[in-house]
């Protein structure tokens, strides 16, 4: 692993774990799970999970697939908040940080927080999938928290839980 700590599954050990949870909130009586990735790198293998799971039964499975939703988050910085999309960037950029700074502040360690990767955001992504965030920042962020706020983070929630809800009233 490029950065120590980092822990990581096998995308059939993560298959599994969806499929353990759900059925087993399907038995403890839960009619709706909503599942959320909190990593860009789970969208994929979380709609890959359900593909595998098929139909939930009892259970309606609604699940955060699409990427895209997580730039819609990111994308808030550039429209109301005038951080460039690159400053917001991908992994503990602008967004990332102001969002663990409206929850927990005191794990936040601001004095220690450095610019990353700030390029085009596509180039980014497509050298991250070739040869992970190390291909693409030496200390791992791919953004800029210097304007990051609890102010932001507060916004970029609200989105977010925006984002959720929308995904279940479709359903």
């Keep these: 692993m490029d950065f120590p700590g980092t822990l990581s599954l096998e995308e059939s050990t993560f298959h599994a774990i969806v499929g353990d949870v759900v059925r087993s909130l399907a038995r403890g009586g839960f009619r709706r799970v909503v599942l959320l990735p909190g990593h860009g790198g789970n969208f994929a293998p979380l709609a890959a999970a359900l593909e595998q799971l098929g139909d939930g039964g009892s259970v309606e499975i609604l699940a955060v697939t699409d990427i895209g939703e997580l730039l819609r988050i990111a994308s808030i910085g550039e429209q109301e908040h005038g951080v460039p999309l690159a400053e917001g960037g991908l992994h503990a950029g602008e967004w990332e940080a102001s969002m663990m700074l409206a929850l927990h502040p005191e794990l936040v ?20 999938f070739a040869g992970g965030v190390k291909a693409v920042s030496e200390n791992g962020a791919i953004g800029d928290p210097a304007r990051a706020s609890a102010e932001h983070g507060r916004r970029y929630w609200e989105v977010a839980v925006e984002i959720v809800m929308e995904n279940i009233e479709a359903s």
């Design 109 to 128: 360690r601001m004095d220690r927080a450095e610019a990353g990767f700030t390029g085009e955001l596509q180039e980014a992504v497509e050298r991250m």
